[in-house]
């Protein structure tokens, strides 16, 4: 399971820093923070937006200008699910 953890971990937050949403990488964790602060919406407005728009659900901010994501809670087709997530955020952005 460590290594499939950090299969997950390694897809989410290289796909958060390649659309410019700044992630560090958690290393004892389950969750991904990407910034969402150069959108210049609040995590609510993002969030809600996202998933308005875009139909992709995402976490309560924990910090803000912060979303968490999970990369630990997909049982199968995590690799697809993980990139249609990251697909539809990519969209999302290109909308701004």
């Known amino acids: 399971m460590i290594r499939e953890y950090n299969r997950r971990r390694r897809l989410i937050v290289d796909g958060f820093n390649k659309l410019g949403l700044d ?5 004892g964790a389950f969750y991904a923070f990407p910034s969402i602060k150069s959108t210049g919406m609040t995590s609510d407005e993002f969030a809600g937006r996202l998933l308005k728009e875009e139909r992709s659900r995402s976490f309560r901010a924990m910090y803000s200008g912060l979303r968490r994501r999970a990369f630990a809670v997909f049982l199968c087709n995590f690799r697809e699910q993980l ?13 701004l």
Do not use: N, S
């Not at 249609?84 to 909308?95: N, S, T």
């Open 23 to 27: 992630c560090f990488e958690p290393l």
């Open 83 to 95: 990139l249609e997530a990251l697909g539809r955020i990519e969209a999302f952005l290109d909308k």
